[in-house]
């Protein structure tokens, strides 16, 4: 049986993002960054794909919860003998990557297990274990290629068979005990004793296999330098909505999924969890799209969070230096081109789920809308009152170049589908708002450039997307240039700038959206995949983004209370710890697809702030 993606917390460090189960098993971890290969990979297949389960021998989990304003998960157990804590967190220390568990016996008396189960590079590694001396302690350091990982703490030992028993299979020296000739992971583990008030502590680091392992880590320092660094963080924000505890949550794991160093965001930490279980739409959302990207700055400096917005415009001058004609849809964390789409065939698939798919082939694509959401993020942080100079605006200029040279292309739309190439209304409304950027750049902050011809380009395509977008039999924009179909993106419209919400236009968009994409729980997808125009097999459930979208256009223009209606049911298919992944099956009560995902995060602030925005003005006009 898979476990849930509701029933799992995200573990932050700003350089990787595993996941835990309420169960207590660590069943994804990439180290040392989001999109290095994974060394549990048990999410995508099995435990002997790689996983830590650490429990309460008898026990039960009672609660669980982030300490407030923090990634750090404590998870309380009870057992017919006592009650124990565990938390779990990554320290945020500037040049290692460790995971902490931190056990501590609250009453009573209570026996604690692990289940340790090392795989490098997505079970493709198995490693070589041995017991060395660390600083005078026995640990346990497992290597693999390039790759390291040391174990310290209450020494875990070989577990053989399936009834838990520890085996000391070490000799007086230190000894390696590794699973060779193609034998199955070898599991690692025991069960310690903890009486009330006894903490144990537990660190798995991660080091280059032909380096010294780092130092011991003080895990009570590390854990108040955790809580202090995220609650200092999340002390800036400036939230204000009826929906305080998950809009700062959403932005919290905005800020998760940023790479602290690189100021890349990642749209998800996981890869291959699927949009249909058990089928093939199975992509790896470890990598900087510009749009999701994007899409997170505007959200940031809406709350007051100009610092990380210029983190990532960094990154932007990085990734794009030196290949302006050439723009591509995503980026690797530092700025990598190169992510080539793999199938990993060893693995099972999250509930059978196959190809398991790692690098994402949709890198190579061209999308039209992607510059006009990174001028309009830039554009909100100009307004901000963050300055330019000839690099942050050269590069702004290069992005309309860019645009203007692929003006007549179609493309592969938002969604990334893999069939035939279209203009897609949404991108070309996106190439609208990218030269209206540029425009207002010139006109009200006194940048140079060449007005007049953005200006020329801006308006031909507003008359183009009038005549070729609208649908007036319809009575609704269309998908693309050359069907009658509706797409959610069309939802965005009015974000851009292009037109009012309330405009008779998109409103006739907005019903034939309702009538042709929302189920009968009034969720929205994205398009309909009957139509065979994304080139793959399969369906997929509501996307949760596009449900907020419908939210948001609700909320301004004249709807509050169905916005307000939808939204309740939304945020209730976040997690007990408030996170949400990207699709959602209403039938079967399930998140789906890559978990957390910024998107969902995205759109959820974005809704709520629309409401709170709206509900502002009607209680100053009265």
């Known amino acids: 049986m898979s476990t849930h993606l509701e029933d799992y917390a995200l573990l932050s460090d700003l350089r990787t993002g595993p996941l835990v189960s309420r169960d207590g098993s660590i069943d994804w971890l990439c180290l040392p960054r989001f999109d290095s290969p994974a060394v549990f990979s048990a999410v995508l297949g099995g435990p002997d794909d790689g996983r830590w389960q650490l429990s309460a021998v008898d026990g039960e989990v009672i609660e669980r919860r982030y300490l407030p304003q923090t990634f750090v998960l404590e998870t309380t157990w009870r057992t017919p003998t006592g009650t124990v804590r565990v938390t779990d967190f990554l320290p945020l220390t500037s040049g290692r990557d460790d995971l902490v568990r931190q056990v501590e016996c609250l009453e009573g008396t209570v026996e604690v297990e692990h289940d340790l189960r090392l795989r490098f590079d997505y079970a493709r590694a198995t490693p070589w274990v041995r017991v060395v001396d660390h600083h005078g302690r026995e640990a346990l350091q497992s290597l693999a290629g390039p790759e390291g990982i040391l174990v310290t703490g209450p020494l875990l030992k070989r577990i053989d068979g399936d009834d838990g028993v520890a085996q000391d299979g070490t000799s007086a020296e230190p000894g390696a005990f590794s699973a060779a000739g193609g034998a199955r992971t070898p599991r690692l583990g025991g069960r310690f004793r903890l009486e009330e008030g006894d903490v144990l502590d537990w660190d798995l680091v991660w080091f280059p296999s032909y380096a010294d392992p780092p130092e011991p880590i003080d895990a009570d320092q590390a854990l108040a330098a955790a809580v202090s660094f995220w609650t200092d963080w999340s002390s800036k924000l400036e939230v204000r909505t009826t929906h305080d505890p998950l809009v700062l949550r959403s932005l919290l794991v905005l800020r998760a999924l940023t790479h602290g160093e690189t100021g890349g965001i990642v749209a998800a930490p996981t890869a291959s969890l699927p949009e249909e279980l058990g089928g093939v739409r199975n992509w790896d959302y470890r990598f900087v799209w510009l749009r999701d990207a994007a899409l997170t700055i505007e959200v940031a400096v809406a709350h007051g969070l100009t610092e990380g917005a210029c983190l990532w415009r960094d990154w932007l001058l990085r990734a794009v230096a030196g290949d302006a004609d050439d723009v591509k849809i995503m980026y690797g964390v530092g700025g990598e081109r190169e992510l080539d789409e793999k199938e990993l065939d060893h693995l099972d698939g999250y509930e059978g789920s196959r190809p398991v798919r790692i690098g994402n082939g949709a890198a190579d694509q061209y999308q039209a809308d992607v510059v006009g959401e990174v001028m309009i993020a830039l554009g909100m942080l100009r307004d901000a009152g963050v300055g330019e100079d000839e690099y942050t605006w050269g590069l702004q200029k290069s992005l309309l170049r860019y645009t203007e040279t692929h003006y007549d292309r179609p493309d592969h739309g938002i969604w990334e589908m893999r069939g035939d190439l279209h203009h897609f209304t949404h991108g070309r409304a996106m190439m609208w708002a990218a030269f209206d950027q540029g425009v207002r750049a010139v006109e009200e902050h006194g940048l140079d450039g060449p007005v007049e011809r953005w200006r020329e380009l801006r308006d031909r395509l507003r008359a183009e997307i009038d005549e070729r977008g609208y649908d007036p039999e319809i009575e609704s924009f269309t998908q693309t240039y050359d069907n009658a179909e509706v797409d959610a993106s069309?939802?965005?419209?009015?974000?851009?700038?292009?037109?009012?919400?309330?405009?008779?236009?998109?409103?006739?968009?907005?019903?034939?959206?309702?009538?042709?994409?929302?189920?009968?729980?009034?969720?929205?997808?994205?398009?309909?995949?009957?139509?065979?125009?994304?080139?793959?097999?399969?369906?997929?459930?509501?996307?949760?983004?596009?449900?907020?979208?419908?939210?948001?256009?609700?909320?301004?223009?004249?709807?509050?209370?169905?916005?307000?209606?939808?939204?309740?049911?939304?945020?209730?298919?976040?997690?007990?710890?408030?996170?949400?992944?990207?699709?959602?099956?209403?039938?079967?009560?399930?998140?789906?697809?890559?978990?957390?995902?910024?998107?969902?995060?995205?759109?959820?602030?974005?809704?709520?702030?629309?409401?709170?925005?709206?509900?502002?003005?009607?209680?100053?006009?009265?």
Not at 494 to 513: E, K, N, S
Not at 556 to 566: F, I, M, Q, T, V
Not at 576 to 605: C, K, T, V, W
Not at 607 to 614: E, G, R
């Open 490 to 622: 069309l939802l965005q419209l009015p974000h851009t700038g292009f037109l009012a919400y309330d405009d008779p236009r998109m409103l006739g968009t907005v019903a034939r959206i309702e009538q042709e994409l929302t189920d009968e729980h009034g969720l929205v997808h994205r398009y309909r995949t009957d139509t065979g125009m994304d080139g793959l097999e399969g369906d997929e459930h509501p996307f949760l983004i596009c449900c907020f979208w419908l939210v948001e256009q609700h909320a301004n223009s004249g709807r509050l209370e169905d916005a307000e209606k939808l939204m309740a049911q939304l945020v209730g298919y976040a997690n007990d710890l408030g996170l949400l992944s990207e699709e959602y099956d209403p039938d079967a009560g399930r998140l789906i697809g890559n978990f957390p995902q910024a998107f969902s995060h995205i759109g959820l602030i974005r809704a709520a702030d629309a409401i709170a925005a709206v509900r502002a003005r009607e209680d100053g006009a009265g």
